[in-house]
């Protein structure tokens, strides 16, 4: 089973530069995640898809971030415009939820803005 | 207070010893528990999940959930190099709506 799939892997921006991450979850699974995690943190929930509608976005800084799941599959995590405390890890992870709670993450995108 | 709280470590152990990691949490609609590894520059890797009170074990590994306390364990029996990663707690409310990870244990096997 092929698993959570993101690009780009890394990405080096000016700060006020926009940027876009691309995320393919596990085939079947209705939920999708997009997190953060800056170096020394754990992951923090920035929006959650079910199918293609958003179940939360409590966290998600909607002045500059947007993400968006067309057809309930795929989904891109934009930044527009980028800030320097925006560098960190973009996390995408996908589960069966609600048949299940267990998340399966991608290996990420390391975003630096200089 | 965090939601979430966990010892950053750095925690350092000889190969062969049993490793305890452990979490405790504020929120009782937290119901479902998960531990995860995390080498570095990858994404985090589900080790173990439980939504009841007590023990479950997968090989070298055992999970432990104390509701009553909020507070949650990872225990790692015969502890090798290949173990050193990052690990992180995490748990979800009833709903399944709502993720909060602690901040993550360092740890390190020494062989």
């Known amino acids: 089973e092929a698993g959570v799939a993101q690009s780009p892997r890394y990405k080096i921006i000016e700060k006020r530069q926009s940027v876009a991450f691309w995320c393919n979850p596990i085939s079947g699974h209705a939920t999708l995640y997009w997190y953060q995690q800056i170096l020394g943190q754990g992951p923090k929930l920035l929006i959650q898809?079910?199918?293609?509608?958003?179940?939360?976005d409590s966290q998600l800084p909607k002045d500059r971030f947007s993400a968006e799941r067309l057809k309930g599959v795929d989904s891109t995590l934009k930044i527009q415009p980028a800030k320097l405390e925006d560098s960190a890890v973009y996390l995408c992870a996908s589960s069966l939820f609600p048949r299940s709670y267990e998340q399966y993450f991608g290996p990420g995108t390391r975003l630096t803005v200089t | 207070q965090k939601e979430v709280e966990q010892d950053p470590g750095p925690l350092s152990v000889p190969e062969g010893a049993i490793v305890s990691l452990n979490c405790t949490y504020s929120?009782?609609?937290?119901?479902?528990f998960m531990w995860y590894r995390q080498y570095s520059r990858k994404g985090p890797e589900l080790l173990m999940y439980?939504?009841?009170?007590g023990n479950k074990e997968d090989g070298r590994f055992t999970a432990q959930v104390d509701k009553s306390s909020k507070y949650i364990s990872l225990f790692i029996r015969d502890s090798q190099p290949s173990d050193s990663a990052t690990y992180l707690c995490?748990?979800?409310?009833?709903?399944?709506?709502?993720?909060?990870f602690g901040a993550g244990t360092r740890l390190f096997v020494k062989a």
């Open positions: 995490a748990m979800t409310n009833t709903g399944g709506f709502k993720t909060i």
């Open positions: 898809f079910q199918n293609n509608g958003v179940v939360d």
């Open positions: 439980t939504y009841s009170s």
């Open positions: 929120n009782s609609a937290f119901q479902y």
